[in-house]
């Protein structure tokens, strides 16, 4: 799939609608995504068995309590060579949340000269992209990388960005047909999303067409930071929803078990996007399995300030 453009990878992106019927496994995942960053090294006409390659990464999600890049990423690059400290180094970026912090952070990646930056999210990859045209970029966890302008398109993606996309919009609409059909008497779909991030915001505007077709009213519940959140219960509280729809990015997810809470203590049906936000027989997930330790950081939520 990586073919060589003026001596360096072409990119790829691989659109993986299809693997979301069922669940991703977290190894395979990585793997696609590892496998198309060490093709860059690979290729590159520099190579140099004495060369220490420095790998970036760039998320913005929390911090984690060992200040480690992903591990299931490192166990993968170690499985194809690449051993820690002896010819590649890990320099970890985390926005907590924070877009405004994900301009500042790629660009000292780019000052302390990666050879790649690994990014989550399309927030961090948007960021990573505006600070360089020339250092590979390897994405994961984005959707509609060409709806955010992240690539000119799947089949001609050009540009220095590699990596895996999914087709999120779509999937949207059908996780709202999914609830309506769990909960048919549901009339009123709260929706919360991070009105900040652009890829959301898609979802929300397709989930609220979705809903729209189907005669469902939509309350819209936009969030930018932690304390946002106790706004959208207010509301839920004071106009009380038939069912929940979480938009999960960096955010929302930092803030997850404020929200799952709330669905529990006032009994409304959830659906969320991804497996690790469920708690057994109590809500909905339709997505690919991403554990929350892996990519999303590991501490459950950020406190209101």
């Known amino acids: ?93 985390w926005a907590e949340a924070k877009q405004d912090r994900l301009p500042g952070l790629a660009a ?65 609409a059908k996780r709202l047909e999914i609830l309506t059909e769990v909960v048919p008497k549901a009339t009123r779909i709260a929706v919360l999303w991070n009105a900040d991030d652009l890829g959301m915001t898609m979802r929300y505007r397709e989930v609220e067409k979705a809903a729209h077709a189907r005669h469902v009213t939509v309350q819209p519940l936009g969030v930018r930071e932690p304390d946002d959140f106790n706004m959208a219960f207010s509301a839920m509280t004071a106009q009380r929803p038939d069912a929940l729809f979480l938009v999960t990015d960096a955010l929302t997810a930092l803030n997850r078990k404020r929200v799952i809470d709330f669905a529990l203590v006032h009994r409304i049906p959830a659906m969320y996007e991804f497996s690790f936000l469920v708690q057994p027989g109590r809500q909905l997930s339709q997505g690919g399995e991403l554990r929350g330790s892996d990519l999303q950081g590991s501490r459950p939520e950020l406190a209101p300030r």
């Open 108 to 172: 000292e990646l780019v000052g302390l000269k990666v050879d790649v930056i690994v990014t989550t999210g399309g927030p961090a990859s948007g960021a990573a992209k505006r600070a360089t045209s020339s250092i590979p970029i390897v994405l994961a966890q984005v959707g509609d990388a060409d709806g955010l302008g992240l690539i000119e398109s799947l089949a001609r993606p050009g540009g220095n960005v590699t990596g895996v996309t999914d087709q999120s919009v779509e999937l949207s």
């Open 1 to 93: 799939m990586i073919g060589r453009r003026a001596g360096r990878p072409a990119p790829f992106l691989l659109d993986d609608a299809a693997m979301w019927g069922s669940v991703v496994d977290r190894r395979t995942f990585i793997g696609i995504w590892a496998g198309g960053l060490l093709t860059m090294p690979l290729a590159a006409e520099a190579q140099s068995r004495g060369k220490t390659w420095r790998v970036g990464f760039l998320s913005g999600s929390a911090r984690p309590p060992d200040d480690a890049v992903p591990l299931p990423l490192r166990q993968a690059l170690q499985e194809l060579g690449y051993v820690e400290q002896q010819n590649v180094v890990y320099l970890g970026r």
